[in-house]
Every structure is written in structure tokens, then in C-alpha cells.
């Protein structure tokens, strides 16, 4: 009985140390990513006064890479890295909804993250870092263009990132990944109406983030 023991926590302390992240340790891990914006809506206004309308953000999944580095078991470093996020922007005039605009956006996002010790293929872990924010092909549907709408304009963001997430080990080098996080998104729009440019929003994105992922460690 005794010898059963020993072999059984030998085996759980080889199982263990299999499964600890070691220094110098880098796992990538790809899957779906969804970026889903603040529910808010955001002000529109014309020539510096409040139209009475006002904009805000649709969701949009794509595929998600991240890329870390372990320090030691504890700590680590992560870059958020994904294919462009394609989001519908939304005119809000009263009870009615129209498909105002659509922008592209890349949120690389570089984090310190650590680890729990568990001792076991379970790993959450809590992340900590920062965001730049990248708007592109901004462009106003074509009803609103014919209605005399161009020159649409969003300022790159820069702001802080949190997030929780964990990793289940299948084996010492594959893993399966969830995480959620919040990321500090604003920025200010401003469009022409027929030629002048006489529009603006400030718009609070602030989005959580949702991702799953499967991970391979070198």
C-alpha cells in the first residue's frame, strides 16, 4: 500500500512539473475572437449643436492570434493580435435605426499577465496592459452618400486593457484557451454633410472582448 502511494504522488509531481510554464516558454494560441462595443450611444452634432441624433457600434467576430512569452511560471507577456473587425455604425433618430457607416478596426494590445499556481492542467490567469486602436476604411452607406455625407473621419484610440481568462493543458504542448476582457476605446468622428464639415461625435466604444482559442507551446 505504501509503495502504491509513493508511486501515485511521484507520478502526480512528474505530471505536475510537465505541466508547469517554464522560462523562455512560447505559446500561440488562434481561434474566434468577438469584439463587442458598449451599448451606449453617442451624441451627434451638427455645426457644434445637438441634432438629436445620435450613433453607436455594432459587434463583429474574427479570427483572433495571441502570442505569449513566460518569464517564469507566474508571469508572462501577451500580445492581442487579429484579421481587421468590420463593425456597422448605427444612426439612432428617435425610434428609428438606419446603417449609417462601416469601419475597420485592428486592436493590438500588449499585456503583463499572471499565472495562478494550481498544480494541475487548469491555469486562470489575470492580464493587465495596454491598447492602440487602429480605424480604417471608414466609409457612410450608400444612401447616406447620396444624401451628401463624406469625409468620414475616426481618430486612432490609445487606452488601458483588463482580462481574465484561463488555459486547460491537454498535453505539454497543446492547450485550449477562454478569456474575456474590457479595453478603453474612444474616439472622435467627424464627418461633411454636402460639403462642409460640420459633424463630430465623441464615441465611448469601450468593448468587452471575448475569445476562444487553442494554443501550441514551443
Same mark, same amino acid.
Given at each position: 500500500?505504501?509503495?502504491?502511494?509513493?508511486?501515485?504522488?511521484?507520478?502526480?509531481?512528474?505530471?505536475t512539473?510537465?505541466?508547469?510554464?517554464?522560462?523562455?516558454?512560447?505559446?500561440?494560441?488562434?481561434?474566434?475572437?468577438?469584439?463587442?462595443?458598449?451599448?451606449?450611444?453617442?451624441?451627434?452634432?451638427?455645426?457644434?449643436?445637438?441634432?438629436?441624433?445620435?450613433?453607436?457600434v455594432?459587434?463583429?467576430?474574427?479570427?483572433?492570434?495571441?502570442f505569449?512569452?513566460?518569464?517564469?511560471?507566474?508571469?508572462?507577456?501577451?500580445?492581442?493580435?487579429?484579421?481587421?473587425?468590420?463593425?456597422?455604425?448605427?444612426?439612432? +433618430?428617435?425610434d $428609428?435605426?438606419?446603417?449609417?457607416?462601416?469601419? !475597420?478596426?485592428?486592436?493590438?494590445?500588449? *499585456? #503583463?499577465? @499572471?499565472?495562478?499556481?494550481?498544480g494541475?492542467?487548469?491555469?486562470?490567469?489575470?492580464?493587465?496592459?495596454?491598447?492602440?486602436?487602429?480605424?480604417?476604411?471608414?466609409?457612410?452607406?450608400?444612401?447616406?452618400?447620396?444624401?451628401?455625407?463624406?469625409?468620414?473621419?475616426?481618430?486612432?484610440?490609445?487606452?488601458? +486593457?483588463?482580462? $481574465?481568462?484561463?488555459?486547460?493543458?491537454?498535453? !505539454?504542448?497543446?492547450?485550449?484557451?477562454? *478569456? #474575456?476582457? @474590457?479595453?478603453?476605446?474612444?474616439?472622435?468622428?467627424?464627418?461633411?454633410?454636402?460639403?462642409?464639415?460640420?459633424?463630430?461625435?465623441s464615441?465611448?466604444?469601450?468593448?468587452?472582448?471575448?475569445?476562444?482559442?487553442?494554443?501550441?507551446?514551443?
Amino acid at each position: 500500500m505504501k509503495k502504491t502511494l509513493l508511486t501515485i504522488a511521484l507520478l502526480s509531481s512528474f505530471s505536475t512539473v510537465a505541466l508547469a510554464n517554464q522560462a523562455g516558454d512560447i505559446l500561440i494560441r488562434g481561434g474566434v475572437t468577438m469584439v463587442s462595443p458598449d451599448s451606449g450611444k453617442s451624441a451627434v452634432l451638427l455645426a457644434g449643436a445637438d441634432s438629436g441624433l445620435a450613433l453607436s457600434v455594432d459587434d463583429n467576430a474574427q479570427l483572433g492570434l495571441n502570442f505569449v512569452y513566460f518569464f517564469d511560471n507566474n508571469w508572462a507577456i501577451e500580445l492581442l493580435a487579429a484579421t481587421p473587425f468590420d463593425h456597422d455604425i448605427k444612426l439612432h +433618430a428617435g425610434d $428609428v435605426t438606419t446603417t449609417l457607416a462601416d469601419t !475597420k478596426q485592428l486592436p493590438p494590445t500588449l *499585456s #503583463a499577465l @499572471y499565472y495562478f499556481d494550481t498544480g494541475s492542467a487548469i491555469k486562470p490567469y489575470v492580464g493587465l496592459g495596454i491598447n492602440y486602436t487602429i480605424f480604417f476604411d471608414n466609409s457612410f452607406t450608400g444612401t447616406y452618400s447620396e444624401a451628401g455625407f463624406s469625409n468620414l473621419e475616426l481618430d486612432n484610440s490609445f487606452g488601458y +486593457a483588463v482580462q $481574465v481568462g484561463v488555459d486547460y493543458e491537454i498535453d !505539454k504542448n497543446w492547450s485550449v484557451n477562454a *478569456s #474575456a476582457r @474590457y479595453i478603453d476605446i474612444s474616439t472622435d468622428a467627424t464627418f461633411a454633410v454636402g460639403g462642409d464639415n460640420i459633424g463630430s461625435s465623441s464615441v465611448d466604444i469601450n468593448p468587452m472582448v471575448y475569445s476562444v482559442m487553442l494554443g501550441y507551446k514551443f
